[in-house]
C-alpha cells in the first residue's frame, strides 16, 4: 500500500467516524475529531494547496468546535476524493522548489553533523522526486499498469524523451544506487565524501532542469 492509499484510508476513517456521530451539542468526542481531522488534513496537503490554505482559514475562525468540525469534515472529503481520482501524486511529489531545497540543506546539516546514512536517504528521495515531477513536466507518465512507475523506469523515460542526454541519465542511475545503498544499511559500500557529491550533485540538476 502507498502512502498516498495509506491518507486516504485514514481520512475515510475520520470521515466514517464524522458520519456516525449523533452530535446534539458540543462534547469531548467533538473535540478530539476535530483536532484529529485537522491533523490529517495538514498530514495529506500539500502547504500552498488550497486545502492547506481552507485549513488556514478554518484555524482562523472565531467559531465553535462543532463548526470547525463541519468545516474540516468537507476539506476531508474533498482532499481524500481527489487523492483517490489520481490529482494529487504524492505529498512529496509535487513540492515546491524551495521545498526541495529545504530537503538538501535538511540533509547537508545531517551530512555536516556525522549523519551520512540518513542524509543520503533525504536526498535520494529528493531527487525521485524531482524526477518524477520531471516526467510530469514532460507529459511522461509516471504509472504503468495503474502502478507507479520506479525511478530507473522514469529517469530512462525522460531520456527517451530527450530531456536529458545519456550522460545525465548514467549520472542519475549512480546517484539512485547510493540511495538504494543507503535505504538497505549497505552503509560501508559509499562514504561522506560521496554524500556530499551526491547532495551537490542533486542541487545542480534541480538548478538545471527544473520542474
Given at each position: ?102 530537503y538538501l540543506e535538511m540533509a ?104
Amino acid at each position: 500500500m502507498t502512502d498516498l492509499e495509506k491518507m486516504a484510508e485514514q481520512l475515510d476513517s475520520l470521515i466514517d467516524e464524522y458520519d456516525r456521530m449523533s452530535r446534539p451539542g458540543p462534547g469531548e468526542n467533538v473535540r478530539i475529531l476535530k483536532n484529529r481531522l485537522e491533523a490529517a488534513v495538514e498530514r495529506a496537503s500539500l502547504p500552498g494547496s488550497t486545502y492547506a490554505k481552507q485549513l488556514t482559514e478554518v484555524r482562523l475562525e472565531r467559531a465553535s468546535d462543532g463548526w470547525r468540525l463541519d468545516a474540516l469534515h468537507g476539506i476531508a472529503v474533498g482532499l481524500r476524493d481527489d487523492i483517490r481520482s489520481g490529482w494529487v501524486d504524492s505529498v512529496v511529489e509535487l513540492v515546491h522548489a524551495d521545498m526541495h531545497s529545504d530537503y538538501l540543506e535538511m540533509a547537508e546539516s545531517l551530512l555536516d553533523s556525522g549523519y551520512k546514512d540518513p542524509a543520503a536517504v533525504i536526498t535520494g528521495t529528493s531527487l525521485e522526486v524531482h524526477v518524477r515531477a520531471l516526467c510530469v513536466k514532460s507529459g511522461i507518465a509516471t504509472d504503468a499498469g495503474g502502478k507507479p512507475k520506479k525511478a530507473d523506469t522514469m529517469n530512462a523515460d525522460l531520456k527517451k524523451a530527450g530531456v536529458y542526454d545519456g550522460l545525465q541519465q548514467k549520472q542519475v542511475t549512480a546517484w539512485m544506487d547510493l540511495r538504494n545503498k543507503a535505504a538497505h544499511g549497505n552503509y560501508g559500500d559509499y562514504d561522506k565524501a560521496q554524500v556530499r557529491l551526491f547532495i551537490d550533485g542533486v542541487r545542480a540538476l534541480m538548478v538545471k532542469y527544473p520542474a
